[in-house]
T-cell receptor, first 116, second 112 residues
């Protein structure tokens, strides 16, 4: 079945450690997105990518990094520079790219990161 | 950058109607609507494009005013399953590519 997979579902890390969240899709989508969700603040865009080896900062990119070495994969690294990393992280993909945002986005089930 | 949604929350009795609004300060290419249940991934409801094209579920209706950069989602004869948080997402073309930005959400509760 085609879809978008995030792993792990729950992740615990000590403060000061970098952590990488996985996002894989087999939908052959060009565009991929990372969002952060905090209570009452909706979905905030961290990074997005329209094609392989290219990605753009979203609205809250500080303290995060990404890579897009393969079309199906878009991992997110939460670095120690992120001051408040505990949140629910959602990855999404869409057909994208040249046509603009004219197709629906598919979301993964999310990763809940807790930093202690 | 985020679109603005209103109201922030609404409580209905089963069978009542509701309207959720979304507005943006920037020119839009598309407006997306999603519903999220607690702890789950957002689920696609509808997309509205410039020029009037719509894609989505038959039981959901929405409008998109391109000039005012506003959209409204209409929920009629609400059911208990309609409960959740509704997000509007706005699609814009930028020199760096196309991005999808979401609002803060509207929490909808439908009671028996």
């Amino acid at each position: 079945d085609g879809g978008i997979t995030q792993s792990p579902k729950y992740l615990f890390r000590k403060e000061g450690q970098n952590v990488t969240l996985s996002c894989e899709q087999n939908l052959n989508h060009d565009a991929m997105y990372w969002y952060r969700q905090d209570p009452g603040q909706g979905l905030r865009l961290i990074y997005y990518s329209q094609i392989v080896n290219d990605f753009q900062k979203g609205d809250i990119a500080e303290g995060y990094s990404v890579s897009r070495e393969k079309k199906e994969s878009f991992p997110l690294t939460v670095t120690s520079a992120q001051k408040n990393p505990t949140a629910f992280y959602l990855c999404a993909s869409s057909i994208g790219a040249r046509g603009g945002m004219n197709t629906e986005a598919f979301f993964g089930q999310g990763t809940r990161l807790t930093v202690v | 950058q985020q679109p603005v949604q209103s109201p922030q929350a609404v409580i209905l009795r089963e069978g009542e109607d509701a309207v959720i609004n979304c507005s943006s300060s920037k020119a839009l290419y598309s407006v997306h609507w999603y519903r999220q249940k607690h702890g789950e991934a957002p689920v696609f409801l509808m997309i509205l494009l410039k020029g009037g094209e719509q894609k989505g579920h038959e039981k959901i209706s929405a409008s998109f005013n391109e000039k005012k950069q506003q959209s409204s989602l209409y929920l009629t004869a609400s059911q208990l399953s309609y409960s959740g948080t509704y997000f509007c997402g706005t699609g814009r073309r930028e020199t760096s590519g196309s991005r999808l930005t979401f609002g803060e959400g509207t929490q909808l509760t439908v009671n028996p």
